[in-house]
C-alpha cells in the first residue's frame, strides 16, 4: 500500500470563495499535496494574485477563473473551462458563502433567500455541474462542502436563523449527495468550522464581547488558528478518505460537544 497518504500530485481542485481567507489557506494545503489549483470567486483580481502566489510557492499549475456562484450558467461556465485547461477536475471545495445576521423576527424573506441562493443552492450547483460534467464520466471525485458548526447547532449570542438553516442544508444536501453519487467514486462531506477569523468575521470576533463568550463556550477556549482547516481538507481530499462520505467533521475546538 502507498503510504504517502495525501498525495494530490496530477489532480485538479477547485476552490470556490478563493479570494481571501479560509478559502485560501484550504488551496494552499491542497496546492502543498501537489494539486492544480483552480481558484474561483467574483473578485478577478484577488483570485489572480492568489492563483499567481500559489503557483510561484507551490510550483503547481493554477488557473484564476471569475464565478458568480448564484448563476448556474456561470458555474457551468467555469466547469468547461477547467476541463479545457487539465481535462480532469477531481477535488471540489465549496467554501464561498455568505452570513445574515439580525434577530430573527426582523429578517426579510430577501435576506433569507439570499442566504439559501449562496449558501445552499450555490454549493449544489457548483457539485451538480462538477459531478455531471466531471466526476461521474471519470468515476471518480471528492466533493467537500464547508458548512459551519451552525450548521448542526443553534446559538444565544448572534441571531442568524438563515444562516444556521442554510447551513443545516448544506449538510444533509451532503448526506444525499454522498448516498446518491458513491456507486459513482464520488465522496462527499462536509467540514463544519466553528469560529475561525474571516472578512466577514473579524469585527465579531475582535470584540470583547465576544472573546468572552469564546472562553465560555470554547473547550479549547480559543477560537480556530489559520491553517487548522487545513488537515481535514487534505484528508477528505485524498483518495486516503475513500471509505468516507456523508460525514459532517466540526472543526471547532469543541463547541459542539457540549
Not at 498525495?7 to 499535496?33: F, H, I, P, R
Not at 464581547?209 to 488558528?225: L, M
Request: charged letters at 20%; proline letters at 3%.
Amino acid at each position: 500500500m502507498d503510504r504517502n497518504y495525501f498525495d494530490l500530485t496530477g489532480q485538479v481542485a477547485l476552490v470556490t470563495g478563493c479570494s481571501s481567507g479560509l478559502g485560501v489557506q484550504m488551496a494552499k494545503a491542497l496546492a502543498s499535496a501537489g494539486a492544480s489549483i483552480v481558484a474561483v470567486a467574483r473578485r478577478v483580481e484577488r483570485i489572480e494574485a492568489v492563483a499567481s502566489d500559489i503557483s510561484e510557492e507551490f510550483g503547481v499549475q493554477t488557473l484564476a477563473v471569475r464565478c458568480d456562484i448564484t448563476d448556474a450558467a456561470n458555474v457551468e461556465a467555469v466547469v468547461d473551462a477547467v476541463l479545457e485547461r487539465f481535462g480532469r477536475l477531481d477535488v471540489v471545495v465549496n467554501n464561498a458563502g455568505t452570513g445574515a445576521v439580525g434577530p430573527a423576527e426582523d429578517m426579510t424573506d430577501e435576506q433569507f433567500q439570499h442566504e439559501f441562493d449562496i449558501d445552499l443552492l450555490g454549493t449544489f450547483r457548483v457539485a451538480r455541474a462538477a459531478a455531471k460534467k466531471a466526476m461521474i464520466p471519470a468515476g471518480y471525485g471528492r466533493v467537500i462542502n464547508i458548512a459551519s458548526m451552525y450548521g448542526l447547532v443553534g446559538n444565544m449570542v448572534a441571531g442568524s436563523a438563515p444562516y444556521h438553516a442554510a447551513k443545516g442544508g448544506v449538510v444533509n444536501l451532503t448526506r444525499a449527495l454522498a448516498a446518491e453519487w458513491g456507486k459513482h467514486g464520488i465522496t462527499v462531506n462536509a467540514i463544519c468550522p466553528g469560529y475561525f477569523y474571516t472578512e466577514l468575521t473579524t469585527q465579531t470576533l475582535d470584540s470583547e464581547f465576544f472573546q468572552e463568550h469564546a472562553q465560555r463556550t470554547i473547550p479549547v477556549g480559543r477560537y480556530g488558528a489559520e491553517g487548522e482547516l487545513d488537515a481535514a481538507a487534505l484528508f477528505l481530499a485524498s483518495p486516503a478518505s475513500a471509505y468516507v462520505t456523508g460525514t459532517a467533521i466540526p472543526v471547532d475546538g469543541g463547541y459542539t460537544a457540549i
